[in-house]
C-alpha cells in the first residue's frame, strides 16, 4: 500500500483496547521488541519500501523500534498491528488504520514480508483489520491506495470489498518520489452487507 500513514497519535488511548479477533491462518496484535530482527529482515526490502509512503531504505533497527513504539498507541484514530502466523506467533508484516487528520478520513494500509506474498495472508489480515476499524471507530468509510503497478494489492483490496474511486500520484519515500496510484474506498454500509452475506469471493 502507498499511503500506510503513521498515522495521528493522540494520547486519549481507549485504556483495555479491544484487539482484532483471530483469524485462521493469521492474527493481529502489538509487535514487540522481541519481534525486532523480524521486522528489520523483513521490511528492508526496496520491493516492499517502493510500495508504502513513508517506509525508508535501507530500514535500520532504529526503524523497528520506532514502529513499535507508535504501535502500542491505540486510540480511536490509530491503530497498529503485527500481522503474525497463527501457528507459530512469527511476525510477517503490519496493519494499520489511522486518521490522517483529526476527523479526517481514515486510511488502512498494510505490508507483508517477501516470503508470505501470494499465499492469501494480506487479504485475510486486511478483513480483520477492516473489521476492527469499523468496530472501533465510527467512521463512515475507508480508504486505501496502491501503486497502478502493484495488482496484487489491487486484487486484495477488491476481495475485501474495497471499490475503485480514481487515480492520483502520491509520495513514496522508499521510491523516492511521486508514483502513480489507484485509491479505493469501502463504506461502513457495503461492509455490513459484506458481513451478513459473507465475504466477496
Known amino acids: ?43 528492508n526490502n526496496r520491493k516492499i ?44 508484516g503490519q496493519a494499520t488504520w489511522s486518521a490522517l487528520e483529526p476527523g479526517g478520513p481514515v ?22 483489520l477492516v473489521d476492527h476499524a469499523f468496530a472501533q471507530g465510527d467512521m463512515r468509510e475507508l480508504l486505501a491506495d496502491c501503486r497502478v503497478t502493484n495488482a496484487a494489492s489491487r486484487r486484495v483490496l477488491v476481495k475485501c470489498g474495497f471499490q475503485y474511486r480514481d487515480q492520483s500520484m502520491a509520495r513514496s519515500l522508499g521510491a523516492g518520489g511521486s508514483v502513480p496510484i489507484e485509491r479505493f474506498a469501502l463504506e461502513r454500509s457495503v461492509w455490513r452487507a459484506l458481513k451478513h452475506w459473507g465475504r466477496v469471493a
Do not use: K
Open 1 to 43: 500500500m502507498v499511503l500506510e500513514s503513521e498515522g495521528y497519535l493522540d494520547e486519549s488511548c481507549l485504556g483495555a483496547a479491544v484487539m482484532p479477533q483471530e483469524g485462521v491462518r493469521v492474527r493481529l496484535d502489538l509487535p514487540r521488541t522481541d519481534d525486532l530482527a523480524d521486522i528489520v529482515f523483513l521490511a
Open 49 to 92: 519500501a517502493s510500495h508504502l509512503a513513508t517506509m525508508p531504505h535501507p530500514f535500520t533497527l532504529e526503524d523497528a523500534r520506532r514502529m513499535v513504539q507508535r504501535s502500542a498507541v491505540l486510540n480511536s484514530t490509530h491503530a497498529s498491528f503485527a500481522i503474525r502466523m497463527a501457528t507459530t506467533g512469527r511476525l510477517i
Open 107 to 128: 486510511q488502512v494500509g498494510y505490508w507483508l514480508g517477501e516470503p508470505f506474498w501470494g499465499q492469501g495472508f494480506a487479504t485475510e489480515a486486511l478483513q480483520m
